[in-house]
Structures are given as C-alpha cells and as structure tokens.
C-alpha cells in the first residue's frame, strides 16, 4: 500500500501532520518517521531534528548517525534552507511509503520502508523495481544522481525480523574512536544496516548446519566499526550476506529468488573488491578464510565449479598458512580464537572431501582430522578436552549445531587422502592390481561408515571421548538429512570406487562386495527422503540434490553390469547394519518404484530449477522399460 503526498501537501491515504515530509536525519538514515516537530525518533536519539535540506533528484543518501552527530556539531550557514528549488522545476517531488503487512506467524508490528524520490520528465530517467519482503512490488520512476545511491537490499526472506531497533546507535559516540574518511574502508552505497537482516538469516539457518562464527561476536565488531576499518573483516561479512542470499530459499521465497542472485552476485564483486590488494595472503587471517569458504559455496551453488574450486584451494591454502591443521599453533591462542579455528578446520576438512568426492580434486588436509584434533590433547591438554567438550555443552542451540559437526567429520575422517587418489584414478598400481585400494582396505572403509553410523546414534564421537554429544535423533530436521544422506552417499561412492577397481561380484560373503549393494543404498535412501519434509533438503543447496542425483545413478550402473538387476524386480530386504535401515523399508518396492521417487524429490527440489533436473529425466527415459 502507498501514501503519497505532493509538493503542496496533498494527502493520500493517511490525515495531513505537521510536516510535508520525512525530517532529514529520519531520511538520511532511511528509518521511519512520524513527521513531527521534533519526531519522536529524533527525541529518541537525542539528535537536532530538521526539516532544512530541500528534495533532491536522487534516492536515499548514504549517511550514518555518526555522520549526523559530526554535521550537528558543526555551525552551517545553510540552517535556513534557502537553496536554489529550480532543479525540482522540470518534475514533481513525492514521499512514497511502502508499507508491508507481516505474515501471520510474526508479531504485528508492520515493516515499512519510506523512499523520497522525483516523478521525472521522460528524459535521463530509469525505472527502480522494488521486492518488500516478496510480498508486493511498485516501480518507481528515479532520476539518476551525479552522487552513488544507497543499495538496497528489500527482498527479506518472510521470516526475517525488522530492525527497528537501530542496532549501530547503542554505543554513546564518545565511546568510539574517531572514524576518518582515509580510515573507512566501507562502500559508501551500501548502508550495512540493510545487511542485518540477512546476518540473521545466515545465523538462523546456516550457521546451525555448518557453526563456525559467533552471533554476538558479529554483532558487537559490527557496532564498533571493525567492518569499517578492517578491509577483510568487511569482506567477510558481504561473503557471509551473499551465502545467506544464495543458499537457504525454501518454497515460499522462490519467487524472490532473482531479486536474491542478483544482490548476491553485487555483495560478491564488492567483497573481492574489499579484499584485493598486491600482497594478499602474505598475513593471512581467520576472516580470509571464512571469505573464500564463502565465496567458494556462492559459487558452487551458481554452478561455476572452476571459479568454486579456486575459492575453495583458497580457503584451505590460507588455512594452511595459518596453521589450523597443526596442534602447535594452537598454543597461546585465547579460547574463543581456538574455538573458532577449530571449528574452521573442522568445516574445510569436510567441505574438501565432499568436494573432492563429487569433482575428483584433490585433498590437502591430509590424514584424519579427526585424529589431528584427538592429538591436540596430547600436546596441550586444555585446547583438547575443555574446548571440544564446550562445543557439546554451552548453549543448547550452539551445542546442537557443534554436534552435528562432529557427526559429519566422524564420516568423513576415514575418507582419506588414500580413498581420493584412488577415486581420482591415481593409484598404486603393480601387476595390473591397486595397491592402495584393495579387497581389505574396503571392506576397512565401509566398517569404518558403520562405525561412523553407530556414533551418531549412540552419541559417541571417537576423536572425543571426553565430549558427551546428544543422539542424532536429538538433532534439527536438517542435521538429521544432511548427515544421513551423505553417509548413504559416501557408501555409493565407496561402492563406485570398488566397481572401477574389479572388486565387486554377483555374490559375495560380503554384501557391500555386491552389485546389489547399490540398490540397497537407494533403497534406504527413498526413506529418508520420504522421512523429511522438502525444506530439510533445500536448506542445504544444490550439493545435496546432488547426492541424491549419485545414489540414483548408482542404481542404473548397477543395472547395467548385472543381468540380475531389473526395473520389475522387488528389492529383498537389505540386512539392517548394513545401509542404516531400521525395520520401516516399504515392502515390496522395485527399483522403478525407486527410480520414479527419486525424480520426484529431484523434480520437487527447488522448482526443479538446477542443472539435475532435465539431466535425469533425460536419463531416465532413455532407460529401457522405464516410463515417465
């Protein structure tokens, strides 16, 4: 809905007030205001409140309160606000009021943003679309300005709170040191209040599945101006907004989505622009690290694997340099900082795995984790046993989220940089036979995801003892799919690894030694799909469609090497160990039952807009006897 008023002060929609127009610090800070003289924001913030600038051909300015409070404290000649009008003769000025109701399952407090702006002759203009919350939409009519306008970033996930509260004045400025043009960094177009919101949504969404930062902490360098001042903390933190952006859109949010990736894609070049300078590297820090893991999954969700696999050999270099793999630099380090690096490793460690397992890359956190993190006790007791044990037992929602994490580097710890070469097809051969990757080094991996699977379960965690984690089923929705899928996922690739090395039979002793094992994969893997709602799986982007993608093609390659497996045939009943199944499999079920379920949930997957999506249907009806 709009409420505008003209130059003259006509009203339309609301009762005519004191003032024509929004005072000038409501403006110069976009917040909303009730028009009064003084308004009741000023009052709160105790500023000076005017109404001496005349309207401008430009959108919104790009000031703060601290620019405000600096302008106030200094005499102007200007108060009276005689400016020449002349530049208002050739259009008509209006207020525009956008304002958007919130959605039944949040308080009523209404969201509402106030845009000044000028109805423009037909000459030098360009239309501005504006996305309140996905819930309605104007296009306005602006006059480009000589001056940078503010981005705006209005296309929230419905969910998302509105900050009324002015989080970046809570801090008196006599307690701040002073902030010099030549010392801020930041972007003048971007008011880093508008990033809030998305903060949260990464905090709220993301950061349970994969925790690596600390809500507070964020909040509280970004009050004291450490986004402003430290190049690549700034850049972290438009890494960090275009992920939330580009990751989590559940079902409601799609129609926002090419609002989302094209604000996405904006916060990206100004984080490599923030980020760039000749000796980049040369001191690596924390913030370097998470910036590229998070240009690294903006990239891999957009599809452009090269461009991803360069942030992601990035990020783990630069986590190299730093030392997060090696027990010793961890001494001296305070315990949040531990923790936080820690927590950084244990990430990359997992990401690079997956990442190596579904594009053949290489690993360069070599070894096991797992065990590396197990050995910083022995070199210093207290970054060990103290801190793994907090990551399972601060605050309830963070220890969830830690937990999850070590389940997830519970899998991966066996996945060696042995298993990767081998997968990539550069093995140890002698006489024709791997060496690396035998019969016994196999059968090794697959107990080991066994074992992997009975820790999520009972809540144990073999690198540490001494941490007492809750049970996977005690885990959110997304923890639980994501961690079960990608164990099934690891056992197909075990599977395929066994296949491309001769390893596999008609019949075995062993039933992961089978063609058939496949297909009991996919299986259990229908289950889970079935167990969990559709936003559980989309949460996680489009690598974990991905897996679900590899399992089912592990079914039709299975097909295609033995006679004995068929579309028609039900599947027997798998041993309950083997591929995590516990007693609820549907009886009866054949592979193309299967198959059609699987194209379901890939079809269903974010609208079915991704790169699998027409490539298994185009698959599937290629198969023979199979029916869409």
Known sequence: MFSILDCAGETVGRPKTIADRACDQCKSRKVRCDMTKPCATCTKQGFDCTYAKARKKRGPAGKHIQEIRRQQEKPSDDQDGSQNGSDLNSSTCYNAQLIASPPADQDSNVSSTTYDYCVPDEQNSYCATLFEEGICEATLEVIPSRMPSEVLFPSLPIDSPSHDLDSFGLIPRQELSPLTDTADVWPQTINEEALLPWIDVYFKRLNPIGPILNRTTIYHEMIMRKHRTDSQYGAMIFGLCAFAMYQPIQIHERASTPSRLVQARMLMEECVKMRLTADFGELPSIEMVLTSLFLFSCLFNSNKQRAAALRLREAVDLAQSLGLHLPESYSGLDAETREQWLRTYLSLSVTERAYALQRRHYISFRGRPGITARFMQAFDPTIATEYISHFTSSDHSDSVAMTGLLYLMETFDNIDETVIECWNGNCKVSDGICESFDRRRALQAFR????????????????????????LDKLTESQQADILITQLWLLNRLWSLCLSHSLLQESSDHAELCYMFACHIALSLNEQCKRFPLSALEIHGIGLVEKIYDVAMGVITAMGVSSCITLDVP??????????????????????????????????????????????????????????
């Open 448 to 471: 080991a995801q066994y074992r992997a699977r009975e820790a999520c379960l009972t809540g144990n965690i073999s690198f540490a003892p001494s941490a007492t984690p809750v049970p």
């Open 571 to 628: 599947l027997p009943k798998p041993e309950p160990d083997k591929v995590f199944i516990n007693g609820e499999v549907s009886s009866n079920l054949a592979l193309k039952d299967i198959l059609q379920n699987f194209n379901r949930t890939i079809q269903d997957f974010r609208g079915g807009d991704h790169q699998y999506s027409d490539r298994f249907e185009d698959i599937l009806t290629k198969l023979p006897g199979y029916y869409l």
